[in-house]
């Protein structure tokens, strides 16, 4: 069964520095393509990062490039989230997805982490 | 950037009612790159469709997609009790991803 587990969200102040991690289980993880995606609550989606399954290629939203970095680690089947000099319109539910194939949609979701900036 | 408008926002129907939800987008996304989820009150988003008409595993067969270039659809035949959700549409035809604001499904 294949399963994603975010952790490290939480309470964090404007400009301050924060990194998700996400566990992911059931399936051949240097085999795919993996996302952040992220929803302010009550709002819609917005698609954050995603990075290529060997780890030499990633991709970032316009607006975050340079304040998030997105990573992963094979052996422990890991992708993380690093974001720096977050603000308060940072706050989101952060979820990690799993790239099924070549094209970027999303076959399977972790629960997500909750990323509160505030003061 | 391709920009995803879906409508209604909010479409309330009764159990067993035919649900139409359109996806409009700003420029051509071709025949196959776009994808509908569905998400639930405190839960991650669920792959419906993919590929504009193409069943995700393991959906049921009353959730159907269609469409194409710029005008999308999502039916769901006959609503049952589980299908009141948010429903999001997608484009993965080029960078950056985006979705759709989603359509609220409530019961009547």
């Known amino acids: 069964e294949v399963q994603l587990v975010e952790s490290g969200g939480g309470l964090v102040q404007p400009g301050g520095s924060l990194r998700l991690s996400c566990a992911a289980s059931g399936f051949t993880f240097n085999s795919n393509w993996m996302s952040w995606v992220r929803q302010v609550p009550g709002k819609g989606l917005e698609w954050v990062a995603n990075i290529k399954p060997d780890g030499t290629e990633s991709h970032y939203l316009d607006s975050l490039k340079g304040r998030f970095t997105i990573s992963r680690d094979n052996a422990k089947n890991s992708v993380y989230l690093q974001m720096i000099n977050l603000r308060a319109d940072d706050t989101a539910v952060y979820y990690c997805?799993?790239?099924?194939?070549?094209?970027?949609?999303?076959?399977?979701w972790g629960q997500g982490a909750l990323v509160t900036v505030s003061s | 950037e391709i920009v995803l408008t879906q409508s209604p926002g909010t479409l309330s129907l009764s159990l067993g009612e035919r649900a139409t939800l359109s996806c409009r987008a700003s420029q051509s996304v071709g025949n196959t790159y776009l994808a509908w989820y569905q998400q639930k009150p405190g839960q991650a988003p669920r792959l419906l469709i993919s590929g504009a008409s193409s069943g995700a595993t393991g959906i049921p067969d009353r959730f159907s997609g269609s469409g194409s270039g710029t005008d999308f659809t999502l039916t769901i035949s006959r609503l049952e009790p589980e299908d009141f959700a948010v429903y999001y549409c997608?484009?993965?035809?080029?960078?950056?991803?985006?979705f759709g604001q989603g359509t609220r499904l409530e019961i009547k």
């Open positions: 997608q484009q993965y035809l080029s960078a950056p991803i985006t």
């Open positions: 997805a799993r790239v099924p194939g070549s094209y970027s949609l999303y076959d399977y």
